[in-house]
């Protein structure tokens, strides 16, 4: 209700009045996010280093539920008013419009979070029932089901034995734990999203690809060009270009702004100090990037590095995944120790064939990227409907024959 009022003010106003009026909006906004979100955090926080100095005094945390997709709507509804602020949008005054914008339903629990322009006119016209919509629709929505209920619902059921038991195994088994969490957090972010898009797409509404085969990216800026696109977009244009982006005077400011830019988006994930180092971690990698942007240049000018450089990134992601997935700093630390440093036995669960559809899982997704990367992508071959067709029947089979349909919900919900 703020940000659509704020909208119309800062349209009709000049000078400073429009200033406040966008502060005004994003700090109540964002004030929303703070007390559902990270309230309770900060008052652990607080209670924990109130104990330790030995005080009495502590403070009780809320007895609240996080709204359903509250994070992805609130990012959506400031991007509304920044970019009226900016003059690349007129303000909507058709409330209904304008609500339908923040919650409209297909994105709403876990994005693509959209921009104004793009989502906005779209609600506006006429949409008659097209097939083309439709066939479009249904084929990302099969494909959405097969990477969650087939790909990431089946590795999740190795990686959460794993992870929630991470004392008890070797590093063998938490390294495999690892890579297999790295597609099952893949398949079911990209899963949801490919769903979403596909559901609007049968409305005649088109949202904004938000996953691009990011494992076969081969810098880590190339990664987050190609993971959680909207997202990844959102913090570049309104906190690292509003800090100065790369069009700064040093180094060390440009250093200095990835790093806030991904501290701030790690902490966006969660709050817990296993999302702020997991985007530490990331802001880093893109630091050390910068630092030998030359020998990057000469090792993509040279084609024998291809997978070499692909594998070199997905390991560094690995990585950092490690504390994202984490339930504490401790276990991360843990974990990471016993990957490096102790080899074990490898954990087999009690039915054997969960290890196998883990690995068929894993193989699967990655032939479908790589085909798409190198072959579909490239117009190399004709797009023929029959086969598309096909691959959509043989998708549906797998998800009959091999999806986990009493799995968890979407990862991406909590956030």
């Known amino acids: 209700m703020i940000d659509y009022f704020a909208g119309i003010w800062i349209e009709r106003s000049e000078g400073k009045k429009r200033k406040q009026y966008l502060l005004i909006s994003i700090i109540s906004t964002v004030l929303v996010l703070f007390v559902f979100k990270y309230y309770n955090f900060f008052i652990d926080n607080y209670n924990g280093i109130a104990n330790l100095i030995g005080w009495n005094y502590s403070i009780d945390a809320l007895a609240i539920i996080l709204p359903i997709g509250l994070s992805f709507h609130t990012f959506q509804s400031l991007s509304y008013v ?16 304008y609500s339908l914008y923040v919650m409209y339903y297909p994105q709403l629990v876990a994005g693509p979070i959209e921009r104004p322009q793009n989502l906005l006119h779209q609600f506006k016209r006429e949409n008659n029932f097209k097939f083309q919509n439709f066939h479009r629709g249904i084929r990302l929505i099969i494909v959405g089901f097969f990477m969650k209920l087939v790909v990431a619902d089946r590795l999740g059921i190795y990686v959460d034995s794993v992870y929630n038991n991470a004392d008890k195994h070797g590093g063998l088994s938490l390294a495999l734990a690892t890579f297999f969490f790295a597609f099952q957090i893949y398949c079911d972010f990209a899963g949801y999203s490919s769903i979403a898009i596909g559901a609007s797409r049968v409305m005649g509404i088109s949202l904004m690809t938000n996953f691009r085969r990011p494992y076969l990216s081969k810098t880590v800026s190339e990664f987050w060009r190609r993971w959680h696109i909207s997202l990844s977009t959102w913090f570049k244009d309104y906190v690292f270009i509003s800090m100065g982006g790369s069009r700064v005077k040093t180094k060390s400011k440009l ?38 942007h030359r020998v990057h240049t000469f090792l993509a000018s040279v084609k024998f590095f291809t997978v070499f450089r692909i594998i070199y990134v997905f390991v560094l992601i690995c990585i950092a995944w490690i504390f994202f997935r984490s339930n504490s700093i401790g276990d991360a630390l843990m974990i990471t120790k016993k990957i490096f440093t102790s080899r074990g036995k490898l954990f087999t669960p009690p039915d054997p064939e969960i290890l196998i559809y883990c690995f068929l899982a894993v193989f699967m997704i990655i032939a479908n990227e790589v085909f798409y990367e190198m072959i579909y992508a490239k117009r190399r071959i004709k797009r023929y409907t029959v086969l598309n067709n096909a691959y959509m029947i043989f998708l549906i089979i797998c998800i009959i024959l091999l999806g986990v349909f009493d799995g968890g919900q979407f990862i991406y919900f909590q956030f």
Do not use: C
Not at 257 to 268: A, E, R
């Open 82 to 97: 920044i970019e009226v602020y900016r003059g690349n949008q007129k303000a909507e005054t058709n409330f209904g419009i």
């Open 255 to 292: 250093y200095f702004n990835l790093m806030v830019t991904f501290l701030i988006s790690g902490f966006w994930h969660g709050a817990s100090w296993t999302f702020v180092i997991w985007g530490g971690l990331n802001g880093l990698y893109l630091i050390f990037e910068q630092m030998i």
